[in-house]
C-alpha cells in the first residue's frame, strides 16, 4: 500500500512562489515505475490537471502553468516536487498530487492574495 503526504502549501502574494512535496512511503518500486501527477481543485470547482511526469521525466503541463511551474521527481527520495513561481490568485485551490494511476495524498492548500 502506497502512501502519498502533500507538504509545502501556504500563504503567499501575487508573484511569490512556493514549492510543493509529495512524499511517497510504502512501496519505492512502485514510485519508480510509475508516473506522477499534481491536480488542484479551486473552491467551487472541480479538480483540474496541473502537471505530469512519467517514469523516465518525460513531463507536460496545463496551458495554464505553463512557464510558471516546473514539475519534477527525485526517485532516491520517493519525492514529487511542483516549484510554482509568478503565483497568481487564480492558483489558489488544494493541490493534490498522484500517483497514476490509483493513489492520491490528501491535499495541500495553496491561498494566492492578490
Known amino acids: 500500500q502506497v502512501q502519498l503526504v502533500e507538504s509545502g502549501g501556504g500563504l503567499v502574494q501575487t508573484g511569490g512562489s512556493l514549492r510543493l512535496a509529495c512524499a511517497a512511503s510504502?512501496?519505492?518500486?512502485?514510485?519508480?515505475?510509475?508516473?506522477m501527477a499534481w491536480y488542484r481543485q479551486p473552491p467551487g470547482k472541480q479538480r483540474e490537471f496541473v502537471a505530469a511526469i512519467s517514469s523516465v521525466g518525460s513531463t507536460n503541463y496545463a496551458d495554464s502553468v505553463k512557464g510558471r511551474f516546473t514539475i519534477s521527481r527525485n526517485d532516491a527520495k520517493n519525492t514529487l516536487y511542483l516549484q510554482m513561481n509568478s503565483l497568481k490568485p487564480e492558483d489558489t485551490a488544494v493541490y493534490y498530487c498522484?500517483?497514476?494511476?490509483?493513489?492520491w495524498g490528501q491535499g495541500t492548500q495553496v491561498t494566492v492574495s492578490s
Open positions: 510504502g512501496s519505492a518500486g512502485t514510485f519508480r515505475l510509475n508516473g
Open positions: 498522484n500517483l497514476q494511476p490509483l493513489y
